[in-house]
């Protein structure tokens, strides 16, 4: 296959409009897809883009040297000229995609900023939903920074280079042993003092802190740099927030995000570090500089942690305006003041304190348990104020009746902590596999992670019982399969592979009820395992250690099982990570994660994965607002998948005068299915109707068989409906002259090969007028 060629080089020169020139601006899905084919052609040419993404034609559809390619393009005989997008390397470019998996728990958090029910008129209630959601995403970062501290400061520095034997197992901690008993005062190495073995263990947390502001900033300064289609604000308030000017432009609030949770993720390093010390100076008899030097360095920290809550809880996002400020004062003196408490702290605990030995865990183990408490009552008043919003306009098809937000939010944070846990358990493990030397992580990471096998098991039975739910709707299906096809020759074998098809499509709509019991299965064991290790302040084994013979097998095959899974996981997360780095089709697999969960601004977490969106829709957008103010030509804008998603975006940031121009050709969409359920506010029936009266026209193509696409179930009953019924799939059910080797089942694929595909397209063309630009075209 050749490679795609770059557009002939030469200034661009504008011609006149051509009456009657139509172009085709295709969209693909998930996964990604290459240009040639796209448009069905082993040469293309890119028109415009960058390698990032791009726009691409047929070679022989491309502009002679010297034209304008705003303008290019002859009419292929059969059809528009035909352009494809390519956004894929958006999400699944070079090797430090990898990275991104450390950031999982960021974006699904992300996520449930945007799932919020749609409340019109309720500002104070959604500007208090968002900031519960941002305030969850601050602890997420907390979280994953006080892992890292547990891992750094308390297993290498405290625990394992304080105790000899552990030291005799990895030899290169030795220059961090203190003296061996009766040894005089100051034998050991300088390092040995055990506040200096802190401070220097403390690199690797503020590190990791340094390298996910150096990630968002990368992003940052990439996606969200591009500005959109400049335009007035939507009057139309059933629109929805997708048609604000300055919806896919979140620079600002992304930055000051970021220079508040850089700050926090300092701060958390610089308390693991000065909480120790303050403890052993404020002892009788200490150090009176010292004595009052530590509480005057607490207190900044908090007055600094003060802060940074204060810019997270300020300010949302500003949608109906592009927001140009970047308040570089903020952005970077808060950093810098955590920074710099963060080094005066290092030098703090470095002083030299006589008598200061280590000795079982760290002190500041109860950080887990706060922070644990305080995602859990975050989540609770997020499903209080949700469930207020849905009950003030209820939405029979929004998942878990508005509560989808609460239950992802609740999910991020079991993310979070089985990573954090699994990491931790895993590196004590490897200090120390017998546990006998170290006292190990807090117990609560313990608990946490003995609590997966119950969960684990809930999910098991829920998946026994879908299995047969699903086995159940196959054999309706089969009577149905049957009498569609009525005169032709049964074919078993046939029949069973086509009913279960559409039966496995159906699991999609059973998410609600999954995601459901996932949550209520977290909470509970989550709540358990809190309570469990705060009431007994042991692990789950020695808790159960005086009980009956069954719970305590119970526990300790929990905790056991618990302990291996975790480690699997992480093991897991490790080769993948690794794979992705140096495999592009396993970049490419990642990249289908990100193109699901990274459509959504980074409005909750900027170190979440950054928007694609805030790239693709300005493309789109321009793309279409210039060619069809060059050429007054007809342009259905067709997306598949997840790019039927970027072209409704896209059609909402047009303005009013060229949305009524172009028309949207939809197939395999998600737009109602998942994203009208789980995202009502800006998917729900009242925004989808509003895209289908300002559009000019709307066709929508969908299969019983696809898992993910399906109706939009708009209709104004003025006007046919957008969704045209569904598709035949397979083309043919047994052998036929067009067909004469058996159909195969498409699915959620190749739309286009669908003579109905082709059939709308021209029908869409035929209803756009381009010598009237300034009237409405009838409706279709």
Partial sequence: MERAQERPAGRPTARPAEPGQDLELLVHGVGGATPEKML????????????????????????????????????????????????????????????????????????????????????????????????????LTVLLIAAACEVALDLVAWQCAGTPGCVRRHSWLGFLAPAAGGAPAGAGGWWSAPGRRLALAATLPAALTGLLWYLSHRTWSTYESHRPLSRAPEPDPDAGALARPGFWYGRRLVARLR????????????????????????RPGGPAALGVLGPLLIAGLLVCAGAAVGVVCSRGRSENRLDHGVDRHLVRRLPLGALGL????????????????????????????????????????????????????????????????????????ALGGVISGGVAQRVADWLDGTRAL????????????????????????LAVRLTLDTARLAR????????????????????????????????????????????????????????????????????????????????????????????????LFVTWGRRAYKDASARRTIGILWDVGTFWPRAAHPFAPPCYAERAVPDLTWRMATWTRYTGGRLVLSGHSQGSVLAAAAAWQLPPSVR??????????????????????????????????????????????????????????????????????????????????????????DYQADPAFARERARLLGRLRPELPGQRPDRC
């Fill in 40 to 139: 069905g052609d082993p040469r293309t040419v890119r028109v415009t883009g960058d390698d990032t993404a791009a726009v691409f034609r047929r070679a022989a559809d491309a502009e002679a040297p010297g034209q304008d390619a705003r303008t290019a393009g002859r009419e292929p005989r059969g059809g528009p000229v035909r352009e494809a997008y390519v956004w894929c390397n958006l999400t699944s470019g070079d090797g430090s995609r990898a990275l991104w998996l450390l950031l999982l728990p960021f974006m699904v958090v992300n996520l449930a900023h945007w799932m919020r029910p749609a409340a019109p008129g309720r500002q104070r209630a959604v500007r208090l939903y968002g900031l519960l959601v941002r305030l969850a995403a601050l602890t």
């Fill in 259 to 282: 220079a508040a949770h850089t700050a926090a993720g300092l701060l958390t390093v610089a308390a693991a570090v000065a909480v120790p010390a303050a403890r052993f100076d404020h």
């Fill in 342 to 413: 963060l080094l005066l702290t290092l030098v703090y605990s470095g002083w030299s304190r006589p008598g200061w030995h280590s000795a079982g865990r760290l002190p500041g183990d109860p950080a887990f348990g706060a922070l644990t408490a305080a995602q859990g009552l975050l989540v609770v008043a997020l499903g209080v104020v949700a469930r207020d919003l849905h009950r003030r306009r209820p939405d029979p098809r929004a998942g878990m009746r508005g509560l989808g937000g609460p239950a992802v939010a609740l999910l991020a944070c």
């Fill in 438 to 461: 170290l006292t190990g992580p807090p117990v609560l990471l313990t608990w946490q992670a003995s609590a997966i096998p119950p969960l684990l098991a809930v999910l098991l039975l």
């Fill in 476 to 571: 309706t299906e089969r009577d149905r399969v049957r009498h569609e096809h009525p005169g032709e020759p049964e074919d078993p074998a046939r029949t069973r592979a086509v009913a279960h098809a559409r039966a496995m499509a159906t699991l999609t709509d059973r998410a609600p009820l999954v995601l459901a019991v996932l949550t209520v299965a977290t909470l509970l064991l989550g709540g358990a395992a809190l309570a469990g290790a705060l009431a007994t302040g042991r692990t789950p084994d020695g808790a159960a250690h005086r009980t009956g013979h069954v719970v305590r097998a119970v526990a300790e095959t929990s905790q056991a099982l618990g302990s291996w899974l975790v480690g699997l996981g992480f093991l």
């Fill in 660 to 749: 009524k121009r172009v028309a949207l050709l939809t197939y395999g969409s998600p737009l109602e299915r998942l994203y009208g359920r789980w995202f009502p506010a800006h998917f729900g029936p009242p925004a989808l109707a509003s895209l289908h009266h300002d559009i000019a026209c709307w066709r929508n193509l969908h299969r019983r068989t696809d898992p993910i696409g399906g109706p939009v179930r708009v209709s104004d009953g003025a006007t046919p409906e957008v969704d045209h019924e569904p598709l035949r799939d397979p083309l043919a059910y047994g052998r036929t002259p067009e067909h004469p080797l058996p159909a195969p089942i498409l699915g959620h694929s």
